[in-house]
């Protein structure tokens, strides 16, 4: 069974390029643009991994963290976090709130997909 | 007669107001310096005649013989041979503004107002018998001629009523003119050197007409006056001294010859003459009196009242014309002294009495709203009719009938009390305030208890028995008796024991007692007045209200002097404007101008009172005033640096804060283009990485893979221009490029480009192309910027099913232009932000950078007018108004 990977992000354009990076490496890939129903959607189906943006629709990436931290069923989840605004205050604000991995856009896919096998490496 | 003496005194009297009219005219003309010769000066000091010297002089004579002498050689002996006093007094009284004998006496013992009242009162008692006097002897006078009728005492009484109404109704209109009582009274001054030359002419002409007319030359005279009784009296060398002593002490004490000899005074100088022309003038007064008195003995019926033998001699000759003369001389006698008396007086009662009592009644003090003036004035004027009138209260209580001259000793016994503490305060430094006040107390009580009171007869005040066998039968007690020393004259006796308590009293109480430094300091000034010209200096550097100061100056002085002073002080200190600094120099000559009206301690108390605190300094302490005025300004000068330094400290504070906000904002818009610009190229990264790595990727994947590349370069080079497009405008970089157009050509332009931006959105907009007729003289190029971004905006936006935008245009006296949709419209929160940079209209992915509507705020700006989001109307809205110079009407 193929792992699973959770994608929070807005930009049309950014959902469609990882998710064809990750579905190349056979993972399979659950997106969503909206920040407010993200936890609802974690809570339903727990993914191997989520890919989070900051700048989000409704809620902000920092708080969808957080509160996955304080739930036993997340607490531990392996999160990924992207963001476009790349000062180190940023970096700290995501540490802050429980973040396992955070990288800055743009990016290089192959260190967002190195990334992603790191993480889900150590959970398995 | 009677009604011929009635109009020549009135019209004696109108000529006296004439006189003082004309005076007082020409010195307000400046050509007063011969109104104020020496001789004037002499002539005024002749209200120490009176009608008892012109009257009664002759009838002393005829009871005691050459005794009248001893009246006129007291003053003599003073302006001869104590010239030096008066000269002291004179200076004393220039230098500290003295109005009155009690301001003297209050003004030397510390300004005590006690002691200031205490003379008052005793002025006024002492001056009581002496105006009985005069109004006795012009009831008299009238009298003579009432031809052959015996007046009753009823008839008398309203013969002296109308006297007494007559002077004080005289008084007041001749001597309430000016306020400042230390001002010279021209007027009043003249018309009594007018009194004097017409009481001497009128004497003089009857004693010429005895010895030439009646008794055939000089040596007749002379036989005659060896035959009569008088060449036969006895001289009593104590009563002689006694009276000698008495008179010269009375001269320095009495109020109305203080008003002329210090009040009055011009020049010291003046003294110099008057110490010889005076003494003349006296010689001159006596020389008939013994003439007349032994004529009138001889030719008279045996009764007849000696003192009226001025009158009564030539009228016995039927040489009416002469009688009427000698009339005048009487009544000017009796006018100039009433005149000058009731001035003095109501002078010392209205700044000691009234004054201080309405200041600490009337509420709130020297500051109470009201002229200060009218009611100086009104005190003043009720002050002469009370005086005038107690005058005739003894008169009736009295009887009327005594000799005139020992009515006169009453009132000189009771007035020499003053000396002690007047000689003792100008010579001696150690007389102190607690001295003088026991030394009046005892004088005035033993005064009025061996003199006064026994004078109105008695059983008036005293019972009977009190004279014969002593209050409650102490024998030592009896009045005229007082220590069981009976022997001597009651008058000799009366002075003796007032005298010698008071001034025992005095120099006892002053050797016990310790002046408080404001005493020290009047003493030193007073005693020590020929080295002293500056005045003391009383007032320590307290800041006064020089506002407060120049009100209350207002009040008494009068606006234009008080303005005048302080001007005049001002510019003497080198500032501008009116109001100078309250240096104690000033405060010390405020004193002493506001003292010329209100009196020495009145003046000192309000002065005080607006100051803040009657405490004084002595000179000693001056040194302690200076440093405390030098740290006064050094503390000023720190508060000016401290105060100046808060403002700068304020200023920093505010730039820095300025500082940190652009900073805050300057941080918080980097970081916003740093997203803006970083979304974009993390897509052209992921996919070109994509299309550079993938091998065998399908070609319509490539297709659309450099697609959406090229559309994320497209946007990103929108965002940078859009970018620089808002940095020149928000610099104020941009030129306007004005030209003339249409407005529905803009429109059409507008819509046209924001149609062919977008796919697919279908948005119906509807225009009312009439209302768009209006030509425009504007950058036509940014007007349609703005409007394909409104219309863009709506067509991006609209989440209407059936999206449409109306363009709604109102001319009035702007151009309005209003563009309004039918989808849900901006969130009320939103709606406050929407103008500000990279704020989105929503929340919903559209590709927006969010700087747009900044932009086209920023362009109608510059342009003139204004862009504002429409409230209530639906969907979303917005209105552009541009101002009337650009749009013209269409034709």
């Given amino acids: 069974m193929s792992k699973r990977v959770m994608l929070i992000e807005d930009e049309p354009n950014i959902i469609e390029a990882i998710s064809f990076i990750l579905s190349r490496e056979g993972l399979s890939v659950e997106t969503h643009s909206d920040g407010t129903t993200a936890n609802d959607k974690l809570r339903a ?68 997909l190195e990334q992603v096998r790191a993480l889900m490496a150590e959970t398995s | 007669m009677l009604n011929t003496l009635v109009f020549v005194g009135s019209a004696y009297a109108l000529f006296l107001f004439a006189v003082a009219f004309a005076a007082e005219r020409a010195a307000m003309r400046g050509q007063a310096r011969w109104l104020r010769s020496p001789i004037v000066y002499t002539l005024s000091l002749s209200i120490y005649c009176t009608a008892w010297t012109f009257y009664g002089a002759v009838g002393s004579a005829v009871r005691s013989g050459f005794e009248y002498l001893t009246i006129y050689l007291g003053p003599s ?36 107002n006690l002691l200031a009242v205490g003379v008052t009162i005793l002025a006024v008692v002492g001056t009581t018998p002496y105006i009985a006097l005069q109004l006795q002897s012009v009831t008299l006078s009238f009298e003579v001629f009432g031809v052959g009728d015996i007046a009753t005492g009823e008839e008398q009484g309203h013969t002296a009523l109308w006297v007494a109404a007559g002077l004080a109704l005289f008084t007041v209109i001749f001597g309430t003119r000016n306020l400042d009582a230390n001002e010279r009274h021209n007027g009043v001054v003249m018309a009594i050197a007018v009194e004097a030359v017409v009481k001497l002419a009128a004497l003089l002409a009857v004693g010429v007409f005895v010895v030439w007319g ?18 036969q009296w006895q001289i009593d060398g104590g009563r002689w001294v006694g009276l000698m002593m008495l008179s010269a002490a009375a001269f320095l004490c009495l109020p109305r010859i203080f008003q002329v000899l210090v009040v009055e005074n011009e020049n010291e100088t003046h003294l110099r003459t008057a110490s010889w022309a005076f003494p003349l003038y006296l010689g001159l ?62 002078t010392m009662v209205s700044n000691h009495v009234v004054m201080p009592l309405w200041l600490r009644y009337a509420g709130g003090g020297a500051k109470v709203s009201g002229d200060v003036r009218g009611v100086v004035l009104l005190a003043r004027r009720l002050s002469i009719i009370g005086v005038v009138m107690l005058g005739y209260l003894y008169y009736r209580l009295s009887g009327g009938g005594a000799a005139l001259a020992s009515i006169g000793l009453v009132s000189f016994a009771g007035l020499a009390q003053i000396l002690p503490a007047m000689l003792g305060g ?201 440093e405390t005025a030098q740290l006064m300004e050094y503390s000023a000068r720190l508060e000016a640096q401290s105060q100046e330094l808060a403002r700068t400290a304020a200023q920093l504070r505010e730039a820095n804060a300025k500082l940190t906000r652009l900073s805050v904002q300057k941080d918080a818009f980097l970081s916003q283009i740093s997203h803006e610009l970083r979304t974009p190229m993390t897509s052209i990264r992921a996919f070109s990485e994509i299309l550079r790595d993938t091998t065998g990727l399908a070609p319509e994947d490539q297709h659309k893979y450099s697609s959406i590349i090229h559309d994320e370069a497209i946007r990103l080079t929108r965002l940078l221009d859009d ?113 500000e940079k990279f704020s989105r209209v929503s929340d919903q992915k559209a590709g927006g950078a969010g700087l747009g509507l900044a932009i086209c705020r920023q362009i109608v700006t510059r342009l003139g007018g204004e862009i504002s989001y429409l409230k209530g109307q639906g969907g979303a809205a917005f209105r552009v108004v541009l101002p009337a110079d650009i749009a013209m009407a269409a034709e």
């Fill in chain 2, 285 to 346: 007064m006596s020389l008939f009196v013994v003439p007349i008195a032994v004529i009138g003995l001889e030719m008279l019926p045996e009764g007849s009242n000696p003192d009226l033998f001025v009158l009564t001699v030539p009228l016995s000759q039927g040489r009416d014309g002469l009688a009427v003369l000698s009339f005048l001389g009487g009544f000017s006698s009796a006018t100039s002294m009433v005149i000058v008396a009731a001035i003095a007086l109501s």
């Fill in chain 2, 426 to 626: 100008i010579f001696w430094r150690g007389a102190s305030r607690l001295g003088a006040l026991v030394g009046l107390t005892l004088g005035f009580g033993c005064w009025g208890y061996t003199l006064f009171l026994p004078s109105f007869g008695a059983g008036v005040f005293l019972p009977e028995s009190w004279s014969t066998v002593g209050p409650f039968g102490i024998g030592w007690l009896r009045p005229h008796a007082l220590f069981g020393i009976d022997a001597i004259d009651p008058l000799l006796h009366a002075v003796f024991w007032s005298l010698a308590l008071n001034t025992g009293g005095f120099v006892l109480a002053s050797l016990a007692s310790f002046p408080g430094p404001l005493e020290r300091l009047q003493g030193a000034q007073f005693v020590n007045v020929f080295e002293h010209s500056a005045a003391p200096r009383s007032w320590t550097g307290r800041v006064a209200q020089a506002e407060d100061l120049m009100i209350m100056a207002q009040r008494i002085l009068g606006a234009r002097d008080a303005q005048r002073l302080f001007e005049r002080e001002a510019r003497r200190q080198g500032m501008a404007g009116t109001l100078p600094a309250p240096t104690p120099n000033f405060l010390e000559t405020l004193e002493r101008e506001l003292a010329g009206s209100v009196g020495a301690a009145t003046a000192h108390a309000m002065v005080g009172q607006i100051v803040g605190g009657m405490s004084v300094s002595v000179e000693d302490l001056m040194a302690v005033a200076d």
């Fill in chain 2, 723 to 835: 970018l620089l497009d808002l940095s020149v405008l928000e610099n104020g970089q941009v030129n306007l490029n004005l030209r003339e157009g249409l407005l529905s050509d803009v429109l059409d332009r507008a819509v046209a480009a924001a149609a062919a931006d977008e796919h697919g959105a279908r948005l119906r907009i509807s225009r009312d192309p009439a209302a768009e007729q209006v030509w425009l003289n504007t950058d036509l190029d940014r007007l349609s910027q703005v409007f394909i971004n409104l219309v863009a905006n709506a067509r991006k936006y609209c989440d209407a099913a059936r999206p449409a935008l109306e363009i709604r245009v109102h001319s009035s006296d702007r151009l309005v232009i209003d563009f309004v949709d039918n989808g849900t419209g901006i969130s009320p929160e939103a709606q406050d932000v929407i103008f």
């Fill in chain 1, 45 to 112: 189906s727990t993914p191997d991994l989520l890919i989070l943006d900051v700048m989000l629709p409704g809620k902000s990436g920092y708080d969808i963290l957080r509160e996955l931290r304080e739930e036993a069923g997340t607490a531990d989840l392996p999160v990924l976090m992207l963001t476009a605004r790349g000062q180190s205050r940023d970096r700290e604000m995501a540490e802050r709130a429980g973040v396992s991995a955070f990288m800055t856009k743009p990016f290089s896919n192959t260190e967002m």
């Fill in chain 2, 214 to 231: 009646l008794s055939g030359g000089v040596s007749g005279t002379l036989e005659k006056i060896d035959a009569s009784s008088l060449g």
């Fill in chain 2, 77 to 112: 002996l003073v302006l001869i041979g104590w010239w030096w006093i008066l000269r002291k007094l004179v200076r004393i009284g220039r230098s500290q503004r003295i109005t009155s004998v009690a301001d003297l006496i209050s003004s030397r013992y510390g300004k005590s």
